[in-house]
């Protein structure tokens, strides 16, 4: 089936290591997209691609890094420069349309992390 | 920079009850887009809106865009126990490039 996969689902690190996300698509969007979840603050952007090889900061961008190598993939490694990385994190694609269509959002199933 | 905000934070209804949220935009939106998330699940999209003053049905759910195409609004008539989750709208930013999220609307459905 189409979709998106994150791994793991829950992830538990201990405070000072680096962590990365796995985040994998075969809808063939080109865009993907990181968002970071906290209870009551809705969803905030970290990065986002648009093509392979290229990529840019969103709203919350500090302590975190991409890549995008191939289309399907774009993994996000939370760095020990975030000061606060316990949240749920959520990986997105969609194919953009433009003015009047944005193009709505694939979510995957997410990826808890605890910082301990 | 851009800012989308939802209201109510919170709502609790008994079963039968319609419920309404309301989302707001500091700029113009070309499009709205609305989203559902379940307790321990991941947003879904719902539908998006393009022209002012839109109206959009999906069997219970009403969905409107202003004739501003700054603000928008979800109602549920007589709401049931699987509408609970949190209810997000989302703008594009300037450059259609990402969305802009409000920070939801959780709604709890007692039986």
């Known amino acids: 089936d189409g979709g998106i996969t994150q791994s793991p689902k829950y992830l538990f690190r201990k405070e000072g290591q680096n962590v990365t996300l796995s985040c994998e698509q075969n809808?063939?969007?080109?865009?993907m997209y990181w968002y970071r979840q906290d209870p009551g603050q809705g969803l905030r952007l970290i990065y986002y691609?648009?093509?392979?090889?290229?990529?840019q900061k969103g709203d919350i961008a500090e302590g975190y890094s991409v890549s995008r190598e191939k289309k399907e993939s774009f993994p996000l490694t939370v760095t020990s420069a975030q000061k606060n990385p316990t949240a749920f994190y959520l990986c997105?694609?969609?194919?953009?349309?433009?003015?009047?269509?944005?193009?709505?959002?694939?979510f995957g199933e997410g990826s808890r992390l605890t910082v301990l | 920079g851009q800012q989308v905000m939802q209201i109510p934070q919170y709502q609790h209804v008994q079963e039968g009850e319609d419920f309404t949220t309301y989302c707001n935009s500091s700029?113009?939106?070309?499009?709205i887009q609305w989203y559902k998330q379940r307790p321990g699940g991941h947003p879904v999209f719902l539908i998006q809106?393009?022209?002012?003053?839109e109206v959009k049905k999906q069997k219970r759910l009403t969905f409107q865009f202003g004739e501003a195409k700054k603000n928008s609004s979800l109602h549920i008539t007589a709401t049931q126990t699987t509408d609970v989750g949190t209810y997000f709208c989302?703008?594009?930013?300037?450059?259609?490039?990402?969305?802009?999220f409000g920070k939801g609307t959780m709604l709890l459905v007692s039986p």
């Open positions: 997105a694609s969609n194919q953009l349309g433009g003015f009047a269509n944005t193009g709505e959002l694939f």
């Open positions: 809808l063939n969007h080109d865009a």
């Open positions: 691609s648009q093509i392979v090889n290229d990529f």
């Open positions: 700029t113009t939106l070309s499009n």
């Open positions: 809106l393009v022209k002012s003053g």
């Open positions: 989302a703008g594009p930013n300037s450059g259609y490039s990402t969305l802009t």
